[in-house]
């Protein structure tokens, strides 16, 4: 599992083998990852894809690459440019769908979410 940058069009891909076949999924097209047991979902608002993995592994190569996914939970990933808002105990994506936000991980959220909407305004 790894993500990395495609040089010729500047898109980051999501690489991940499954089946014994090799898929990448365009980063900017993931809403967000899901962990379930040993599985992990990659949500996409057109489909959603699987792997055997750890979201811990996926969240480490997501932070290699300084790629804004935030860790709302122990079994859920999620992409903050497909965060429509956030609340105190969770986040709404822009497919509607709410994801909570465990208890041990709000302050800090809330912190990271404030920091990359100042970030995001800075850069307009």
């Not at 083998?17 to 090799?22: I, K, L, P, V």
């Not at 208890?103 to 995001?120: A, G, N, P």
Request: net charge positive; glycine share 4%; hydrophobic share 35%.
């Amino acid at each position: 599992m790894a993500a990395y940058e495609d040089i010729n069009s500047g898109d980051f891909y999501f690489r991940y083998s499954y089946q014994r076949m090799n898929h990448k999924v365009l980063i900017r097209d993931i809403l967000y990852f899901e962990s379930s047991k040993r599985k992990v979902f990659i949500v996409t608002r057109e489909e959603t894809f699987e792997l055997y993995g750890k979201l811990n592994e996926i969240e480490n190569s997501l932070r290699v690459c300084k790629l804004s996914f935030l860790r709302v939970h122990q079994s859920f990933l999620v992409n903050y440019k497909h965060i429509k808002g956030q609340s105190y105990d969770f986040v709404v994506m822009d497919n509607g769908k709410k994801i909570s936000i465990s208890e041990d991980r709000r302050k800090l959220i809330s912190e990271q979410y404030c920091s990359m909407e100042d970030t995001y305004y800075v850069e307009r």
